[in-house]
C-alpha cells in the first residue's frame, strides 16, 4: 500500500536521469529522497505521479500501477511540485475551494485533515495567493495537495527557499500527518533535514547510492573523520589535497572534513604536516560523521 | 458538471482580476471597430492633379474645368512643361498628370479624333487603378458632350450615340464603404479577441506550473477543456453584441437578416476559433510562442478573408487554400446576413464548413492535449 519501485529507467534524449532505481517506501513511513540538483528526484516524482512514463521498469503507488491504473492514483494521491504552482490571482480560499472541487470534495468533509495546517493561513483567506509570503504559500500548497485526503503524499522539494522557522514548522506537520497514516514521500537537497525522516534513499546522477534509516547511514561512515581549521582556508584545502595520507578533505561550515587513507592515521602527523607549510592557528579534531559525510563518501 | 462550473467561475474570476486585461478584452476592440470603420475606406479621394495646356483653347479649359468640378480631384495647377510636371511627380506633389497635345481642338473638329497623354503615380497600385477609371469617365463625358457640340454644327455622320448606364447598387445602395467594412471588421474583432486569449490560457496555466497540478487530479480531460473555452466563447458573444449596437448606433448600419441566425452561426464559428487556440496552446511552452503563432494565422487569415481583397481575383491555389479560412465564411455570413438578410438556407454551405471546422479543431485540440508526456 506503499511506494514500490522496481527497475525504474528513464531517459531524456541522451541523458540517463534515472538508472535502474529499486526501493520500497512502506504504508505509514516518511520516506527521504536525499540528493544534489539533478540527481533525477523530480523526473521520479513525475513517473510516480504518473505526469511522465518510465522507459523501463514497473512502479505501484498506494497499491496500484502507475501505468495501467493511473486514474486511481489521481485519487488517491497529493502532489506539492518544487514550485509554488497554484493560482497567484485567486485568493487563499478560492485555491483551496478549486482543488477540492476538482477532487469532488468541499473544504468541510476533510476539514480536520488540514485543520492544523489552514488555521495558520485562515486569517488571510481573502488574501490573494501571489500576495503571501514564502511560507504562507507552502502552507497554502500542502492544503490544497492533502484537501481530497490523499492516501500518499508526494512533496518535491517543499522547503527550498523557505527560511529556516517555517522550514522546522513545515517538518513537524509533515510527521503530524504521516500520525494520520498517510505515507510521505519526500525529496530534498538539505542533509539535516534527512536526519527526520523514517528512511531516507541517497540519489545521485540517476543512481540511489543507499537506503536505510538515517542513523545506520551516519554510523556506516567507514573512517575516523576529523574536522580541521587554520588561518589560510583557501591554502588549507589545497595542502590537504596534495597531502600523501589525504583520503578526502572537503568544506563543512568553517572547517575542513578530512580523512586519512592509513588505517593508523595520527592527528599529530597531520598537524606536524600543516606547520611544516606555514599553517598558523592549526585544530584538527576528531568529529562524528553525519549523514552529508556519508553522502560525501559514497558519492566519491 | 459542477466541476466544470466551477472551472468556468474561476476563469471568469481570473479575467475580471486581470487589471490589464480588461481593458484589452473589452474596450480596445471597440477603439479599433470605430477607429478602423472610419479610416479603412477604399475610395480614392482628394487626388492631386495637374494639368500641361498645350493647346490653350476653349475646348482645352472645359476640359480642365470638368476636372475641376469632380469631387475626387484637387486641381493642384497647370505645369508649363512636362519636364516641370515630371520632377513634380517625383517629388510627390502631384499624382496624375494630364496633358493636353497642341492643336487638341482642332484635331478634334477637323479630324474628330485627339490623343491626351496621362500620367499616374503607380507606387500604390490600387489607387493608381481607381485614378485610371475616374479619369476615363470624366473624359467620355467630355467626349459625349463635345460630339454633341459638333453633331450641331451639321455634320450629318456624327449621329449622338448616347448610351448612358445608370447603375443601380444592391444591398448597399449608395455604395457606402462603411455598410461592408463594419461587419467586416467586426468579425476580425471577434476573431482577433478570441484566438489570442484562448490561444495563451492553457500555455499559461503551462508557465505559471498550475497545469502539472492539476494534471495529477482525477478531472477529465473534457471537463477541464470546456471549463476553459466556454468563458472565452461567452466573452465573443458579448463582443459581438457590444459591435453590433455601434453599427447599429454609430454606423447605423442596416440589419435586415436574422439576429438570432448571426449569433447561431457565431457560435460554431468561435468553436472553431478556440479550437485553434487550444491546439496551438498545446503545441507551445511559453505565452510568447503561442502569440507569435497565433498572429502568424491571423494574419493570413485576416489578409485572405475576402475583406480586404476579392478572392475571386486571387489566384486559383490561393483561393484553394481560402477554403481553410474561417474567418472568410464568418465575413460572408456576416455580410450576407446583416444586409441582404440572408435566410438559413442560403448560409447554408458556409454553417455545414463551419461546423465541420468545429468538429475538426476541436477533435484535434481534445486528442493532442495529454495530460502525461
Same mark, same amino acid.
Given at each position: ?6 527497475n525504474i ?5 541522451k541523458v ?5 532505481i529499486?526501493?520500497e ?13 539533478g540527481?533525477?528526484?523530480?523526473t ?6 504518473t ?16 501505468i495501467?491504473?493511473?486514474?486511481s492514483?489521481r ?12 493560482y497567484?490571482d ?18 468541510q468533509?476533510?476539514?480536520d485533515?488540514?485543520?492544523e ?23 497554502l ?5 492533502l ?5 500518499v503524499?508526494?512533496l ?9 522557522v517555517s522550514?522546522k514548522?513545515f517538518?513537524?506537520?509533515?510527521k503530524?500527518?504521516?500520525?494520520k ?7 530534498t ?9 523514517d528512511r531516507?534513499?541517497l ?13 545506520v ?5 567507514p573512517k ?30 568553517e572547517?575542513?572534513h578530512?580523512t ?10 597531520l ?11 592549526i ?10 559525510d556519508?553522502?560525501?563518501?559514497l558519492?566519491k | 458538471m ?5 472551472i468556468?467561475q474561476?476563469?471568469f474570476?481570473q ?7 480588461l ?13 478602423l ?11 492631386k492633379f495637374?494639368?500641361?495646356?498645350n ?11 470638368k476636372?475641376?468640378?469632380s469631387?475626387y ?9 512636362a ?10 506633389e502631384v ?11 482642332r484635331?478634334?473638329i477637323k479630324?474628330?479624333?485627339?490623343d ?6 503607380a507606387?500604390?497600385?490600387?489607387a493608381?487603378?481607381v ?8 473624359v467620355q ?10 453633331m450641331l ?10 448610351? /448612358?448606364?445608370i447603375? $443601380?447598387?444592391?444591398? #448597399?445602395? +449608395?455604395?457606402n464603404? &462603411?455598410?461592408?467594412?463594419?461587419p *467586416?471588421? !467586426?468579425?476580425?474583432?471577434?476573431t ?5 486569449l484562448s ?6 496555466e503551462? /508557465?505559471?506550473g498550475t $497545469?502539472?497540478?492539476? #494534471?495529477v +487530479?482525477?478531472?477529465? &480531460?473534457?471537463?477541464?477543456?470546456? *471549463?476553459? !473555452?466556454?468563458?472565452?466563447?461567452i466573452?465573443?458573444l458579448?463582443?459581438?453584441t ?7 448606433l454609430i ?7 436574422s439576429?438570432?441566425l448571426m449569433?447561431?452561426?457565431?457560435i460554431?464559428?468561435?468553436?472553431v ?6 491546439f496551438?496552446?498545446n503545441?507551445?511552452?511559453?505565452q510568447?510562442?503561442a ?7 491571423m494574419?493570413i ?9 476579392p ?8 483561393q484553394i ?12 455570413v ?10 438559413i438556407?442560403d448560409?447554408?454551405?458556409?454553417v ?7 468538429i475538426v ?10 495530460k502525461?508526456n
Open positions: 500500500m506503499g511506494i514500490s519501485v522496481k529507467s528513464k531517459s531524456y534524449d540517463m536521469a534515472l538508472k535502474d529499486s526501493f517506501v512502506k504504508p505509514g513511513e516518511l520516506f527521504g529522497l536525499i540528493g544534489p540538483d540527481a533525477g528526484k523530480t521520479l516524482f513525475r513517473i510516480l505521479t505526469l511522465l512514463i518510465a522507459d523501463k521498469g514497473e512502479a505501484t503507488v498506494a497499491g496500484y500501477n502507475v495501467k491504473e493511473y486514474k492514483i485519487n488517491h494521491v497529493g502532489y506539492m511540485p518544487g514550485r509554488f504552482s497554484l497567484q485567486l485568493t487563499v480560499e478560492e485555491n483551496l475551494n478549486f482543488f477540492a472541487t476538482i477532487f469532488g470534495t468541499t473544504i468533509e476533510n476539514y485533515l488540514i485543520k495546517i489552514y488555521v495558520q493561513i485562515e486569517p488571510f483567506k481573502d488574501r490573494r495567493a501571489g500576495k503571501l509570503s514564502g511560507g504562507m504559500k507552502q502552507k500548497a500542502l492544503s490544497c495537495a484537501i481530497h485526503k490523499p492516501k503524499l508526494f518535491d522539494e517543499p522547503t527550498t527557499g523557505v527560511d529556516p522550514r514548522e517538518w513537524e506537520m509533515l503530524r500527518l504521516q500520525k497514516g498517510i505515507t510521505i514521500l519526500v525529496s537537497p538539505y542533509m539535516d533535514e534527512a536526519a527526520l525522516c531516507i534513499a540519489i545521485q546522477n540517476g543512481n540511489i547510492l543507499e537506503i536505510d534509516t538515517p542513523e547511514i551516519k554510523n556506516s561512515f575516523t573523520l576529523f574536522k580541521v581549521k587554520a588561518a589560510e582556508t583557501f591554502k588549507l584545502i589545497q595542502d590537504l589535497g596534495s597531502y600523501e595520507l589525504t583520503h578526502s578533505a572537503y568544506p563543512f561550515g572547517y575542513i578530512f586519512s587513507n592509513n588505517v593508523d592515521f595520527n592527528a599529530k602527523d598537524v606536524q604536516y600543516l606547520e611544516s607549510n606555514g599553517h598558523t592557528d585544530e584538527v579534531n576528531e568529529t562524528a560523521p553525519t549523514i552529508e556519508t553522502f560525501m563518501e558519492s | 459542477n466541476i466544470i462550473r466551477y468556468i474561476k476563469e474570476r479575467i475580471f482580476r486581470n487589471k490589464a486585461m481593458p484589452i478584452i473589452f474596450i480596445m476592440p471597440m477603439i479599433q471597430l470605430i477607429i470603420s472610419n479610416a479603412a475606406t477604399f475610395e480614392v479621394n482628394n487626388i495637374g494639368y500641361i495646356d493647346d490653350k483653347t476653349s475646348f482645352s479649359r472645359e476640359l480642365v474645368e476636372f475641376n468640378a469631387t480631384f484637387n486641381v493642384l495647377s497647370d505645369y508649363p512643361t519636364k516641370s510636371a515630371k520632377s513634380a511627380m517625383l517629388n510627390g499624382d496624375v498628370v494630364l496633358e493636353i497635345p497642341q492643336y487638341f481642338s484635331d478634334l479630324e474628330k479624333k485627339s491626351l497623354s496621362l500620367t499616374i503615380n507606387i500604390d497600385g490600387a493608381a487603378g485614378e485610371n477609371v475616374y479619369v476615363s469617365q470624366i463625358q467630355f467626349n459625349s458632350k463635345i460630339r454633341v457640340g459638333l454644327l451639321g455634320t450629318p455622320e456624327a449621329q449622338p450615340q448616347l448610351i /448612358e448606364t447603375p $443601380l447598387f444592391w444591398y #448597399n445602395e +449608395t455604395l464603404y &462603411k455598410t461592408f467594412m463594419v *467586416g471588421i !467586426l468579425v476580425l474583432l471577434v482577433m479577441i478570441t484566438l489570442f490561444g495563451m490560457n492553457v500555455v499559461r503551462k /508557465e505559471i $497545469l502539472e497540478q492539476i #494534471n +487530479t482525477p478531472i477529465k &480531460k473534457h471537463q477541464f477543456i470546456i *471549463g476553459k !473555452l466556454f468563458p472565452f466563447l466573452l465573443g458579448v463582443l459581438l457590444v459591435g453590433l449596437i455601434i453599427a447599429k454606423f447605423n448600419i442596416p440589419m435586415v437578416g439576429i438570432l449569433y447561431g452561426y457565431t460554431i464559428y468561435i468553436l476559433i478556440l479550437g485553434i487556440g487550444l496551438i496552446s503545441y507551445t511552452d511559453t510568447q510562442q502569440m507569435f503563432i497565433a498572429w502568424f494565422f494574419v487569415f485576416i489578409l485572405m478573408s475576402g475583406l480586404f481583397t478572392i475571386e481575383s486571387m489566384p486559383e491555389w490561393a487554400l481560402t477554403e481553410f479560412n474561417p474567418i472568410k465564411y464568418f465575413v460572408q456576416m455580410r450576407m446576413v446583416m444586409l441582404k438578410g440572408a435566410g438556407s448560409i447554408f454551405p458556409q455545414l464548413k463551419t461546423l465541420l471546422y468545429a479543431m476541436n477533435g484535434l485540440a481534445v486528442w493532442s492535449y495529454k502525461v
